[in-house]
């Protein structure tokens, strides 16, 4: 069970995907937003942050929807265009990483959930967030482990998130194609490492990660040319 900050509103973790949005509009606390973010364990590319509110009812059941990394990339196109179909509102936040690496993640994490969550119109009046408290947004608030798994707002966001972010790494692979970004979206694999070694990280690798770190200090001369993200 879950209980809810402010006032004393309990909800079982196993009542389903929209039991969280629906217990707090019955006690007031409507509309309800959901955040997350994806990219936050690759050492390429940007840190995506997705917010959405859903529609109340049946409208804004999605058919499909559950946490973006349990579903196949066809299911999350499919969610995708749903929840933007049926969502009452949503944003998305790029964080580029040179921005990572100057603001630092959690920090940059943090930052983009209160921005996305700020674009959000109508503005919500209770927030779901996957994982890390977002303190400044006036509205009360609640960081759920694996939110993104119990809450559907959560899950909206998180599909939003991540095939915004999916879709950038493949755009991403065309520019630079020795890293194989299409495949492994800038996470560490073993094939991304290896890439990483022989050509030297590229422009839109994240130098204050460990590994891009390692690379770095051999030397940046796999790479020529700065194309604009």
């Not at 879950?2 to 909800?11: D, E, Q, Y």
């Not at 209770?126 to 759920?144: E, I, K, S």
Request: net charge positive.
């Amino acid at each position: 069970m879950t209980t809810l900050a402010r006032r004393r509103i309990v909800v079982r973790r196993d009542a389903g995907l929209y039991a969280y949005e629906r217990t707090l509009a019955r006690s007031g606390f409507a509309p309800v937003a959901g955040a997350d973010e994806a990219g936050r364990g690759a050492c390429a590319g940007p840190l995506v942050v997705g917010a959405a509110v859903l529609a109340p009812g049946k409208r804004g059941e999605i058919p499909g929807l559950a946490d973006s990394k349990l579903l196949t990339p066809a299911a999350r196109e499919r969610a995708y265009d749903e929840v933007l179909a049926r969502a009452v509102a949503w944003s998305v936040i790029i964080v580029p990483p040179d921005e990572v690496d100057r603001v630092g993640l959690h920090r940059s994490n943090i930052i983009a959930m209160r921005r996305a969550l700020a674009r959000l119109e109508p503005a919500p009046s209770y927030v779901l967030t996957d994982g890390f408290p977002v303190t400044g947004l006036g509205v009360p608030g609640l960081a759920m482990w694996k939110g993104d798994q119990v809450a559907a707002c959560i899950a909206a966001a998180s599909v939003i998130a991540k095939v915004t972010r999916d879709r950038i790494m493949c755009d991403l692979h065309e520019q630079w194609p020795d890293y194989g970004f299409d495949a492994h979206k800038g996470y560490v694999t073993d094939d991304h490492q290896q890439a990483l070694g022989r050509h030297g990280p590229s422009p839109v690798h994240r130098r204050s990660y460990a590994n891009v770190a390692r690379v770095v200090s051999l030397g940046d001369e796999g790479w020529k040319g700065e194309p604009d993200l």
